[in-house]
């Protein structure tokens, strides 16, 4: 009796009879698009939870090409701090013609906060190296960690390294629904 082709041979439209015996390795089309949107067949839940937390946050090197030199940011782990960031970077503006006032946010702030805060090298903030840090704020000749990062990197590194970041803290995260 002849096995049923699997869902990935019927996707591709041959199956392992019909393949070479070199083929055999090589990713599917299917293996492929799943590789490339980086959907896997999952675990379960509470197994990853637990089995995530190491005290930790993921870090995650990132080049920046002008410099020839790479960066190490981390996940956003504490949500208070990042919560204080968007304050800080949250602003009114008064509405036309009584139309009352609309809250704005300055997302080229919150970049540089973000990237200040999350960058572990180079340090841009005393808490993560003292001495690095007061070398920073001398060069560039200001005090305040966002502005270091604004004079140091260019705007494009600048969301470069906080997109990373965002990355890394869950933003940007495929969400895959399943259905019954």
Do not use: W
């Not at 197994?47 to 080049?63: I, K, M, R, W, Y």
């Not at 020839?68 to 204080?84: H, Q």
């Not at 960031?85 to 013609?97: A, F, L, S």
């Not at 190296?129 to 200001?142: H, R, T």
């Amino acid at each position: 009796m002849e096995e049923e082709p699997t869902i990935e041979e019927l996707v591709r439209g041959t199956t392992d009879s019909d393949r070479a015996p070199d083929e055999a390795d090589e990713p599917t089309p299917l293996e492929e698009v799943r590789d490339q949107l980086n959907i896997g067949e999952g675990v379960d839940p509470l197994a990853a939870l637990l089995g995530t937390d190491d005290g930790s946050p993921p870090t995650q090197e990132v080049f920046i090409k002008r410099l020839n030199a790479r960066f190490i940011v981390e996940a956003i782990t504490d949500d208070k701090v990042y919560d204080r960031m968007v304050d800080r970077c949250t602003h009114y503006v008064k509405g036309r013609r009584g139309q009352g006032r609309t809250k704005e946010l300055d997302t080229r702030r919150l970049g540089k906060l973000t990237v200040a805060e999350y960058t572990v090298s180079p340090p841009f903030t005393r808490k993560r190296g003292s001495a690095a840090f007061d070398q920073l704020a001398e060069k560039y000749g200001v005090g305040e960690p966002e502005d270091i990062v604004g004079k140091a990197l260019y705007i494009g590194e600048i969301d470069l390294l906080a997109d990373v970041i965002m990355t890394l803290s869950g933003f940007d995260d495929d969400i895959e629904v399943s259905g019954n």
